[in-house]
């Protein structure tokens, strides 16, 4: 009589589990325990010098900026208790924003729980059905949660293809109400930057907003003000989006823009209301990154110069970005050789299909202002003596 669980739920999940391990797609959390700024550990084994994470600047660990999350702790609380349009509004929450805004150059900027719910939020506020969006086939996945969300007819171009783009526009823009070209600032795989002036100009013509996705670019391209500002086209941006967990080294998302644009997100867009405002520490920690972000050209620029480095000892394309892509071919050979830099003391992470192009299994290594000059040139030799490297 006793009014069970059905069993079908379990069975669901196993059955869905081993078809997803038959096509070595199930995956698997290793707790990594970071040690010294770039040093970290797997699940207790030997220490290893991470060149896969995305804290570009070592702000996550910088004394200072933890000492901003312990201050906005003791001063507001660990959690915010409700969503900002409630009372989970600290004060800290209004220096973030102007401090966005100062950065991107922008009226305005309003700080969401996380980049995936910036995404989520910021695109079915401004198009829905009837309107359409035109996206880089490689923008973020959660891009494509927001583009889905929003209803809007989505037209994918080929990768930073802006004469793509145009034929698009040309051939459908008239059908439609609103329009949206969504990019990534920086492309996480490659580390290339998105032909920002040539999308705005086109754009521009074809009443159409543009829309970069900067988590890989705040804090390291741009003077640190990211991909906008280095392709010197702010003024043809409106909307520029990105993480505080990236260089910036703590946790949310934000939207840079008009000072209409944000006000309709703080007031419409989902994903900003219908949640709990961000942990003041994060918050806190934010603040202070930026702050540092703003003030250290040096600091800023260093993981850039360590990637160039690299890739020249490496006769690798020179990066633009702290993103050096090797690309190995296939995914066991990409594995074998994240594998053999681990047993040299690197995290490397390698990158398989379907989250790059068959053929393209990649090993992506990831420099940061923490990394030291000696990490690097040994990796360097480690790579040479394993055989990875450009043939230029
Ligand atoms: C990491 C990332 C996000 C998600 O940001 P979170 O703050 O981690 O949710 C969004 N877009 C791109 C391009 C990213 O690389």
């Not at 966005?100 to 995404?119: H, M, P, Q, W």
């Not at 829905?128 to 583009?147: F, K, S």
């Not at 939207?255 to 219908?274: C, G």
């Not at 990409?334 to 047993?343: D, F, K, P, V, W």
Request: net charge negative.
């Amino acid at each position: 009589m006793s009014a069970r669980i059905p069993a079908s739920l379990d069975a669901f999940a196993t059955e869905k589990l081993n078809a997803l391990e038959a096509k070595n797609q199930r995956r698997r959390l290793v707790s990594s325990a970071r040690t010294d700024g770039m040093a970290m550990r797997v699940e207790g084994g030997p220490e290893l010098i991470s060149f896969t994470d995305n804290d570009y600047l070592g702000l996550s660990t910088h004394p200072e900026v933890i000492e901003a999350a312990r201050e906005a702790t003791s001063r507001f609380g660990a959690g915010a208790g409700a969503s900002r349009l409630v009372t989970g509004n600290h004060p800290l929450y209004a220096a973030l924003e102007e401090s966005l805004a100062r950065i991107k150059g922008t009226e305005d900027a309003c700080v969401f729980g996380s980049g995936y719910l910036a995404n989520v939020g910021i695109i079915p506020t401004l198009v829905g059905a009837g309107d359409l969006i035109i996206a880089d086939e490689l923008v973020h996945t959660c891009i494509h949660a927001g583009m889905q969300l929003s209803k809007a007819t989505v037209r994918f171009f080929r990768h930073s293809d802006v004469a793509h783009v145009r034929d698009i526009l040309q051939a459908e823009r008239a059908s439609f109400g609103r329009a949206l070209i969504v990019v990534d600032g920086v492309y996480s795989m490659d580390g290339d930057i998105a032909p920002l002036k040539e999308l705005g100009a086109l754009a521009a013509d074809y009443d159409t907003w543009l829309m970069n996705d900067d988590a890989h670019a705040l804090g390291t391209i741009g003077s640190g003000r990211g991909s906008a500002h280095a392709c010197d086209a702010a003024h043809l941006v409106p909307l520029q989006m990105g993480t505080l967990s990236k260089a910036v080294g703590s946790y949310g998302g934000y939207l840079a823009a008009s000072e209409p644009v944000v006000d309709l997100m703080r007031t419409r867009a989902r994903s900003f209301i219908y949640t709990t405002g961000l942990p003041p520490a994060a918050v806190g920690a934010a603040i202070k990154a930026l702050e540092l972000i703003e003030n250290d050209a040096e600091l800023v620029a260093r993981p850039t110069r360590l990637a160039q480095g690299f890739a020249a000892a490496l006769n690798l394309p020179r990066p633009e970005t702290p993103i050096v892509p090797l690309v190995i071919g296939t995914e066991s050979d990409a594995l074998a050789a994240s594998a053999a830099l681990a047993e040299q003391g690197f995290k490397v992470i390698a990158f398989r299909p379907p989250t790059v192009a068959e053929g393209t299994s990649r090993l992506r290594f990831s420099f940061s202002a923490s990394h030291r000059d000696a990490d690097v040139d040994r990796l360097i030799e480690t790579c040479r003596a394993l055989g990875l490297g450009g043939n230029a």
